[in-house]
């Protein structure tokens, strides 16, 4: 009889190649679309039908015709692909991927700050948790928020979270007062304005550009402050030939595939440790993604009434940013 610590045996002793061709067997008999996020290892973003921001992957959710739905990412992203399809059945190659940003925000928390600000409004990041999402009335990300807010009156009192540095930026450049909440990315938090210059300094005719999870010492020195895709597309259309990349570096394998002539520096941490990694992403190997598929487990799945109160906010967004 084989025991699954037999088949985990089996697969760990297979290369990269035999994995990448098992899981496109696997794709087309279970009928799955393998969603991964730009920040996963180059591995799994090769294997993936679709690459994008939180944004993107949150649209790819919403609109396919498949019957499964593998999620190469952070437990909020494949939690937030089940409220959207509660009929499908998302796994996640590791659910113990999780997102320190969006666990630094408990529910009884934030409906305690809600409380005492019953005026105000709550757009909350899309990395934030089911239950942080039902507290909420819309929902975004860092290539939509902007967006979003300039739709809201200019009176109406926001509550922003769980990220104070892209709340910290969208307050700056839309000139307008929101109730943060005090959570941060500690991947895009690492950085700072010291080894930034240091960097720009090595590399004078390299541009910088940042993710606004990025601490704002770090923005004043961005020639462009966008989401991961924002930075992708920006470096393709740039004529700068080098870029110094303050976010997660698993979006230079990306950068690097669609422009082969440029060159793409991961922003340091500091000197000894040049790369500001996010682990949790990382969690996804290829070998978890074949036996996710492969054992139709682990299975994500969503209380029915929380997620009927974390689809509203959802929904919105996508309303909003059509
Ligand atoms: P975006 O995908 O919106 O750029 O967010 C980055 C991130 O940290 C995802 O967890
Ligand atoms: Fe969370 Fe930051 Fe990792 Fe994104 S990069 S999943 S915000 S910890």
Wanted: proline share 7%.
């Amino acid at each position: 009889m084989t025991t699954p610590y037999d088949i985990q045996a089996e697969v760990a002793s297979l290369s990269t190649e035999e994995l990448l061709s098992r899981v496109q067997v696997l794709k087309k008999e279970m009928n799955a679309l393998i969603l991964a996020h730009y920040y996963t290892l180059p591995e799994i973003q090769q294997v993936a039908d679709i690459v994008g921001d939180s944004l993107a992957l949150a649209r790819a959710a919403e609109k396919n015709s498949a019957d499964v739905i593998v999620f190469a990412g952070v437990y909020f992203m494949a939690e937030t692909a089940k409220i959207i399809n509660p009929g499908k059945l998302v796994l996640m190659p590791d659910p113990g991927a999780g997102c320190p940003l969006a666990d630094s925000c408990p529910e009884d928390e934030f409906r305690a700050f809600r409380a005492e600000h019953p005026d105000a409004i709550a757009i909350t990041y899309i990395n934030s948790t089911a239950a942080i999402k039902a507290l909420s009335d819309i929902t975004c990300t860092s290539s939509n928020a902007e967006h979003i807010i300039r739709q809201i009156p200019p009176e109406q009192k926001i509550i922003f979270g769980p990220d104070r540095n892209l709340g910290g930026w969208l307050m700056k450049k839309l000139n307008r007062e929101m109730l943060l909440w005090q959570g941060f990315c500690y991947v895009h938090d690492a950085f700072s304005e010291v080894y930034m210059i240091q960097a720009s300094a090595m590399y004078p005719s390299a541009e910088l550009i940042a993710h606004p999870e990025c601490r704002e010492e770090v923005l004043r020195h961005a020639s462009f402050v966008g989401s991961t895709a924002a930075l992708l597309d920006y470096t393709v259309k740039s004529p700068s030939k080098s870029f110094i990349v303050a976010t997660e570096p698993g979006i230079l394998y990306e950068m690097e595939r669609r422009s082969p002539g440029k060159l793409f520096i991961p922003a340091p941490k500091d000197p000894a440790n040049p790369r500001s990694v996010c682990k949790q992403m990382k969690q996804n190997s290829l070998d978890k993604l074949y036996l996710a598929m492969l054992n139709r487990s682990p299975e994500i799945t969503v209380d029915a009434n929380l997620r009927e109160e974390a689809l509203k906010p959802i929904r919105r967004m996508l309303e909003m940013s059509a």
